[in-house]
Each structure stands twice: as structure tokens, then as C-alpha cells.
């Protein structure tokens, strides 16, 4: 049962900012450490629930700014490879239970980390995106298709599909809005089909369907936030904070699925 006093807010409030900082303005990646921060206070299951309507709302929010700023291309291969995702991450999510999901989520926190500063540090190779070929373009959708089978698939069981969505575009060598609006249309439509599956497993609750609606106008604000962010912070100085947070309670979680 989930207990709405001053501890679960001082831990939900600043998740959900930082979400909508992070769909609103600098790509959804560093999103799901809203998820991350959550479940150290609630079950797993519950953290989950309580973020997807939310999610969705920075998600309506975000479209406006970013609207049209898309690569459409793009797009489209991630979602036609996210929805089958979406359905495989619903067929797995009822054989884990809370401590799997603790190192699920955990594990892909850490992960997260460590993928981020291997690209940073210019280990993740980006691709020559005005190269041309029948044989180039099959690759391309082949790579576009698996990146949003393993989003959809690590999006509906800790919101985490930033990170495959991420190394794509990378590859594309996407220009930061574009890639900021693309990352945005992608993700509104897999939480939306998230949305079916998580209500037949029981995961919403009349509590954190409250909660949630508590929660809205602070989902709100750091959309807000972000958007406005987007052109005049360094993305670098936000992700390092994510980075902090995303390691520290990634491996309390870890220890705490361990335990």
C-alpha cells in the first residue's frame, strides 16, 4: 500500500522534475531515473504504474515545442520495432518478481552510466549518415528495428528505452533538437501502447492514479523546464547530475534485490 506523506514526496517530487526535465530538453535517456529514485520508497510494480501516466502527460507536453522537428524516418523504424517490444516486455513482466525487478532496473541504471560515458568519450561510433547503397539502408532498418524491439522491451518494464533509442540516432548522427523531437514522438507513442497492458496486469491502482494526478503539476513544470533548458544549459552539466543519481540508486537497488 502505498503511503502518501512527506518521505514519499521528498523522494517523488524531485523524480518526477527531473523527468520532465529530461523528456523536455534533453532527450527521454536519463528519464527513467524518476523510476530508479521511486522504487527505492514503493514496490517496483507500483513505481512503475505511478510514472507511466505521468510520462505520458511530458510526453503531450513535450509534442508542442518539438513538433514537426523530427526525423520522420527514423521515427517510424523505432515504433514499428518498439510495439512488438512492448508486447514482449508484457508477456515477461508477470514471471518477475520485486526483487528481479529491483535488479532489472537497477542493473540498467548502472548500464545506463556506463554506456553514456563510453560514448562521451567517443567509443560509440557514429555513422557517416550521407552514405548511400541499397545494402547501407537494409543495415539501417535492420539496426532502427532492433533498437526499438529492446526500447519497447526495456520501456515497459522500467521505463528505460532511452538507451537503444540513444544509440541509434547517435549513429545517425541526429542534430540535438531533432534528436530531441524524434526521441519525444517515439516514446509518446510506445507509452501509450504501454498503457493497455499495464491496466490488464493490475499494475494502476485508484492509489496511484491519485498520486499521480498530485504528482501532474510538477511532471508539468519540469517539462517546462527542460524545454526551456534545451538551448541555453549544456547538456553536460544535466546528464552528470543523472549520472550521480543513476549510480547511486541503481546500486542500492542491486544490493537491495541481492538482499
Known amino acids: 500500500m502505498?503511503?502518501?506523506g512527506?518521505?514519499?514526496f521528498a523522494f517523488a517530487v524531485p523524480a518526477v522534475v527531473f523527468a520532465g526535465v529530461s523528456k523536455g530538453g534533453f532527450g527521454s535517456g536519463a528519464a527513467f531515473a524518476g523510476v530508479s529514485i521511486l522504487a527505492l520508497i514503493v514496490e517496483p510494480g507500483q513505481a512503475l504504474a505511478l510514472m507511466l501516466p505521468l510520462l505520458m502527460l511530458i510526453d503531450v507536453a513535450a509534442l508542442k515545442p518539438y513538433w514537426r522537428r523530427w526525423n520522420g524516418g527514423d521515427a517510424l523504424l523505432l515504433i514499428l520495432g518498439g510495439l512488438p517490444?512492448?508486447?514482449l516486455g508484457a508477456w515477461l513482466f508477470s514471471a518477475i518478481d520485486g526483487d528481479a525487478m529491483r535488479l532489472l532496473?537497477?542493473?540498467l541504471s548502472v548500464a545506463f552510466v556506463i554506456w553514456q560515458l563510453r560514448a562521451r568519450l567517443g567509443w560509440v561510433a557514429r555513422s557517416d549518415p550521407h552514405m548511400r547503397?541499397?545494402?547501407r539502408g537494409i543495415a539501417r532498418r535492420i539496426t532502427g528495428l532492433s533498437a526499438g524491439a529492446t526500447a519497447g522491451f526495456t520501456s515497459f518494464v522500467s521505463h528505460a528505452g532511452g538507451p537503444p533509442v540513444a544509440v541509434?540516432?547517435?549513429?545517425r548522427g541526429r542534430a540535438k533538437t531533432e534528436y530531441q523531437a524524434t526521441t519525444v514522438l517515439v516514446f509518446w507513442v510506445l507509452n501509450l501502447a504501454k498503457a493497455v497492458p499495464y491496466a490488464s496486469l493490475g499494475l494502476f491502482s485508484a492509489e496511484t492514479l491519485t498520486l499521480g494526478l498530485m504528482l501532474a503539476p510538477?511532471?508539468?513544470?519540469g517539462t517546462w523546464a527542460g524545454v526551456r533548458l534545451h538551448h541555453h544549459i549544456p547538456e553536460g552539466v544535466f546528464f552528470a547530475i543523472a549520472y550521480v543519481l543513476l549510480t547511486v540508486t541503481g546500486a542500492k537497488l542491486i544490493w537491495?534485490?541481492?538482499a
Do not use: Q, T
Open 2 to 4: 502505498l503511503e502518501a
Open 133 to 135: 547503397g541499397s545494402g
Open 256 to 258: 537491495d534485490g541481492l
Open 6 to 8: 512527506p518521505v514519499f
Open 105 to 107: 532496473i537497477g542493473g
Open 168 to 171: 541509434y540516432l547517435l549513429s
Open 218 to 221: 510538477f511532471a508539468l513544470f
Open 85 to 87: 517490444g512492448v508486447a
